[in-house]
């Protein structure tokens, strides 16, 4: 269930995506700050769990750690106007969560990305995107506490640089989000 292609935005740009599509999956700027600019009324994030785990595959690999080493982490639903429109997990390796990073075990329905983009000391690694069906894990987390009729869910992630310490970043663009951009999964 983790065979997701993730691919680098070149190979994006050459395939038929809406300009608004483009705009939300290639922008490298905060999505917590897009989101609030969008919201209406209110900007919500929603903790689902934080906890010990082990990575993903494709996560162990994009971070250069053992699939059976412990991770922290962290899904969130961003919410625009009370409606979840973004699911975000993030994966911390146990060796970023010391130091002055310790705080990120435990940042509760704080926006991550508010850390992230407060100053340019987080170098961000090259966005990658991928869509998701059913058949990826991503997909049924995503829809934890949804019941997602779309077929196929875009997404994109990308590798945060902490002081020679990473963490991952998974970003989910749920069906509410589309409703709200009528050609977002008419691709």
Known sequence: MDNIHWRDIRYWRHKPLSDTLQ???????????????????AFQVEV???TWQYPLL??????????????????????CDHQ?????????????????????ARLGNYPLGSI????????????????????HLLYHL?????QLSEKLLWARRSIFN????SLLVNEIFLPEMSKQFLDFTHQ
Do not use: M
Request: with cysteine.
């Open 162 to 165: 902490l002081s020679g310490k």
């Open 58 to 79: 494709s996560e162990a690999k994009a971070l250069n750690i053992p699939l059976r080493e412990y991770v922290r982490i962290r899904h969130v639903y961003l919410h």
């Open 116 to 135: 992230l983009f407060s100053s340019n000391r987080f170098p961000r690694s090259d966005l990658q995107v991928a869509q998701l069906s059913p058949a």
């Open 48 to 50: 689902l769990t934080e």
């Open 23 to 41: 705009t939300w999956l290639f922008s490298r700027d905060s999505l917590t700050q897009r989101l609030r600019a969008h919201c209406q009324q």
């Open 84 to 104: 979840p429109w973004v699911f975000a997990r993030t994966v911390i390796p146990r060796q970023t969560l010391t130091g002055q990073y310790r705080r990120l």
């Open 142 to 146: 995503a829809q934890q506490q949804q």
